[in-house]
């Protein structure tokens, strides 16, 4: 392949991933800038490495891959904590209305679920955050996390077993009312 094909292939792989690949990042990192920072850095690795990616493998496991070393190490370097005044950004002053309380209990609910993400092992919240933010389907996270389909699956479905039961506990409700789940028993 060429430099100017490589160049095109890259360049086609940013747009069709960019949002998860961005998304995947943002949860990471916590930061707009920060998650901008590292997907910049993931496409400059990615065009730097292309000529060793192994055309038989997925270019879209290669390039999160990429991703998530590179948020590690962002992470590393700033050994920062969640603050309040980071998450999330509301933009105007809440008023009495009730989609105004909504949003607040949006965000107070947001604030214990990333918390709580925090303090999961590793391994679990790496392959939610995969899942979720990432949009990847569980033969994807297989493969990039070395794992069975099933493995991720059921690791899938015990994190989100246990952040329901955590933030039942920490807002007071039954679990499904903690994450805003409509599931019926």
Not at 4 to 29: F, M, N, Q, T
Not at 90 to 116: C, F, K, N, W
Not at 142 to 147: D, N, Q, S, V, Y
Request: net charge neutral.
């Amino acid at each position: 392949m060429s430099a100017e094909e490589a160049g095109e292939a890259l360049s086609r792989l940013a747009v069709l991933h960019h949002g998860a690949l961005y998304g995947y990042c943002r949860r990471r990192l916590g930061r707009d800038a920060d998650a901008n920072d590292a997907l910049q850095e993931t496409f400059l690795r990615a065009h730097k490495y292309w000529g060793s990616l192994d055309q038989s493998r997925d270019a879209r496991k290669w390039l999160f891959g990429i991703a998530h070393n590179v948020c590690v190490e962002v992470a590393r370097s700033r050994a920062r904590h969640v603050t309040l005044e980071e998450l999330p950004e509301g933009g105007e002053a809440p008023s009495a209305t009730s989609e105004a309380l909504e949003r607040i209990a949006h965000e107070e609910r947001m604030v214990h679920i990333r918390r709580e993400l925090e303090r999961m092992p590793d391994k679990a919240r790496r392959i939610l955050e995969l899942r979720f933010f990432g949009q990847m389907d569980s033969k994807d996270i297989a493969a990039l996390e070395g794992m069975t389909e099933t493995s991720v699956r059921v690791t899938v479905h015990r994190a989100l077993e246990s952040l329901r039961e955590k933030l039942g506990r920490k807002l007071g409700q039954e679990p499904d009312e903690a994450t805003g789940s409509t599931r019926q028993p």
